[in-house]
C-alpha cells in the first residue's frame, strides 16, 4: 500500500483545510485508517481515525467538534476536515493504515503504512 497526502498549506487561525489521503496499491477497504500529526520538537500524536469495520469516527479531544474525518464511496481516499483552525494545529500531518484494535486505535505503532506526510501552518 502507498499513501500520499495532499492539502496541506497556509490557513489563517479560524479557517479551513481539507487534507487528502490516496491509496494505491490496495483501497482504504482492507484497513482502517487515522491522521497523526507531528509539530516540531513534539512527538507524533493520534489525531483522527476511521476503523476497518463500521463507520464510527474517533477524534483526539484537542481536535473534536472541529476535524471531520471520511472516506470517499470508492474508499480509495480519506479526507480530514479541519475547521476552526488555531496556530496550535500547525504540524506535519500523516494518514496511515492499519488494523488496530480499539485500544491501540491512538498508537501509532500500531499501523502498518504511512504517506510522506504534508505541512499544515497556521498563523494567528
Known amino acids: 500500500v502507498q499513501l500520499e497526502e495532499s492539502g496541506g498549506g497556509l490557513a489563517q487561525a479560524g479557517g479551513s483545510l481539507t487534507l487528502s489521503c490516496v491509496a494505491s496499491?490496495?483501497?482504504?477497504?482492507?484497513?482502517?485508517v487515522s491522521w497523526f500529526r507531528q509539530a516540531p520538537g513534539k512527538e507524533r500524536e493520534f489525531v483522527a481515525a476511521l476503523r476497518q469495520t463500521g463507520s464510527n469516527q474517533y477524534y483526539s479531544d484537542s481536535v473534536k467538534g472541529r476535524f471531520t474525518i471520511s472516506r470517499s464511496s470508492a474508499r480509495d481516499t480519506v479526507y480530514l476536515q479541519m475547521n476552526g483552525l488555531k496556530p496550535e494545529d500547525t504540524a506535519v500531518y500523516y494518514c496511515a493504515v492499519g488494523r488496530p484494535i480499539l485500544s491501540s486505535l491512538r498508537l501509532s505503532n500500531a499501523y502498518y503504512y504511512w504517506g510522506q506526510g504534508t505541512q499544515v501552518t497556521v498563523s494567528s
Open positions: 496499491g490496495r483501497a482504504f477497504s482492507d484497513y482502517g
